[in-house]
């Protein structure tokens, strides 16, 4: 067994991993948690060199890590479905995927390459098309996927008459629905797991509060400079009230690798922004199945006629 601080990790020899957003921040600390364990990691990133500096930073901690990454935009689903290709030529087995990466608020509504709000279509479409894409190798691993949710998915929900915020653009708003879609997914892709027997289990996470780059100075979200906010939350995280970007780090890896966990449970900080990982209660918008199979048929219809040919196994 690894340790990590707050879990352990059991011993991932001989397990394929894929993380999202693993170039910095929570994402690299999961990524290198994970290779320590033993996993392979693949890391999808949509900066290689970024990418590359990350992946040698693990290197630096593990020499004997393996490690590398591939390419991937979750803003486009070209690239989600270059990727797929990738991944299935390659028919390796995929024991673990945590769906982590994603983008926060920008001040002005932006697309996607394929015209779908930005933080819709990549926090949640990309994930969605990149994860049944998979699903045949994540079939053959009967593997475990996490998917990564926000505090902001404690209230709120889904736009169900403007998903892509074209009549009014709530930053905030859109982001909460990006992050409750990602739960509702979660949810319905173990339902159907259970159903029709995939062997795979899905269950879900979010990290609390911590300073991590999302709300950084990002221009090309129009953002120049970084959210007022995010200097509160550094004060916060050496105090000790918040999390750090290693503790924000464990829900997740607690989700995706402890054998006790199970598919359709929830696990973050036991604080609601810091604190020792453990399973939590769902909150009121991630409860509604009805809602949850509703995403999934739209969500499809949104991706499938892109990447009809990765959609489905």
Same mark, same amino acid.
């Given at each position: 067994?690894?340790?990590?601080? =707050?879990?352990?990790? !059991?011993?991932?020899? =001989?397990?394929?991993?894929? &993380?999202?957003?693993?170039?910095?921040?929570?994402?690299?600390?999961?990524?290198?948690?994970?290779?320590?364990?033993?996993?392979?990691?693949?890391?999808?990133?949509?900066?290689?060199?970024?990418?590359?500096?990350?992946?040698?930073?693990?290197?630096?901690?593990?020499?004997?890590?393996?490690?590398?990454? $591939?390419?991937?935009?979750?803003?486009?689903?070209?690239?989600?479905?270059?990727?797929?290709?990738?991944?299935?030529?390659?028919?390796?087995?995929?024991?673990?995927?945590?769906?982590?990466?994603?983008?926060?608020? !920008?001040?002005?509504?932006?697309?996607?390459?394929?015209?779908?709000?930005?933080?819709?279509?990549?926090?949640?479409?990309?994930?969605?098309?990149?994860?049944?894409?998979?699903?045949?190798?994540?079939?053959?691993? $009967?593997?475990?996927?996490?998917?990564?949710?926000?505090?902001?998915?404690?209230?709120?929900?889904?736009?169900?008459?403007?998903?892509?915020?074209?009549?009014? *653009?709530?930053?905030?708003?859109? *982001?909460?629905?990006?992050?409750?879609?990602?739960?509702?997914?979660?949810?319905?892709?173990?339902? $159907?797991?259970?159903?029709?027997?995939?062997?795979?289990?899905?269950?879900?996470?979010?990290?609390? &509060?911590?300073?991590?780059?999302?709300?950084?100075?990002?221009?090309?979200?129009?953002?120049?400079?970084?959210?007022?906010?995010?200097?509160?939350?550094?004060?916060?995280?050496?105090?000790?009230?918040?999390?750090?970007?290693?503790?924000?780090?464990?829900?997740?890896?607690?989700?995706?690798?402890?054998?006790?966990?199970?598919?359709?449970?929830? *696990? =973050?900080?036991?604080?609601?922004? =810091?604190?020792? !990982?453990?399973? $939590?209660?769902?909150?009121?918008?991630?409860?509604?199945?009805?809602?949850?199979?509703?995403?999934?048929?739209?969500?499809?219809?949104? &991706?499938?006629?892109?990447?009809?040919?990765?959609?489905?196994?």
């Amino acid at each position: 067994m690894t340790r990590t601080p =707050g879990i352990r990790i !059991p011993d991932l020899n =001989g397990r394929l991993a894929v &993380v999202t957003g693993a170039s910095d921040g929570i994402g690299q600390v999961i990524a290198s948690r994970l290779a320590l364990a033993g996993a392979e990691v693949i890391m999808p990133v949509r900066t290689p060199a970024k990418g590359e500096a990350a992946a040698d930073g693990i290197r630096r901690q593990a020499p004997d890590a393996a490690v590398s990454t $591939r390419a991937l935009d979750l803003s486009s689903l070209q690239s989600v479905a270059a990727l797929v290709d990738t991944l299935r030529s390659e028919g390796r087995p995929i024991d673990i995927l945590i769906n982590n990466a994603g983008v926060m608020t !920008p001040p002005n509504r932006q697309l996607t390459k394929d015209g779908f709000e930005l933080q819709f279509g990549t926090n949640h479409l990309g994930h969605f098309a990149l994860t049944l894409g998979l699903l045949p190798l994540l079939r053959q691993g $009967r593997a475990r996927v996490t998917h990564q949710t926000s505090i902001a998915a404690r209230s709120g929900g889904i736009n169900w008459n403007d998903l892509n915020w074209e009549k009014t *653009y709530d930053g905030m708003k859109a *982001y909460t629905q990006s992050k409750i879609a990602v739960a509702l997914f979660a949810r319905e892709l173990d339902a $159907r797991s259970r159903h029709e027997g995939w062997g795979i289990t899905s269950n879900l996470s979010h990290p609390g &509060v911590s300073p991590t780059n999302l709300l950084a100075a990002q221009p090309s979200l129009g953002r120049p400079r970084e959210v007022g906010g995010r200097r509160v939350i550094r004060m916060l995280s050496r105090l000790g009230v918040s999390g750090t970007v290693e503790s924000a780090a464990l829900p997740a890896l607690m989700a995706a690798t402890d054998p006790q966990a199970l598919g359709d449970e929830f *696990y =973050g900080p036991k604080r609601l922004i =810091g604190g020792p !990982p453990a399973r $939590r209660q769902l909150w009121a918008p991630m409860t509604a199945m009805d809602d949850a199979r509703r995403l999934w048929d739209e969500s499809e219809r949104l &991706v499938g006629a892109q990447i009809a040919d990765s959609l489905h196994p």
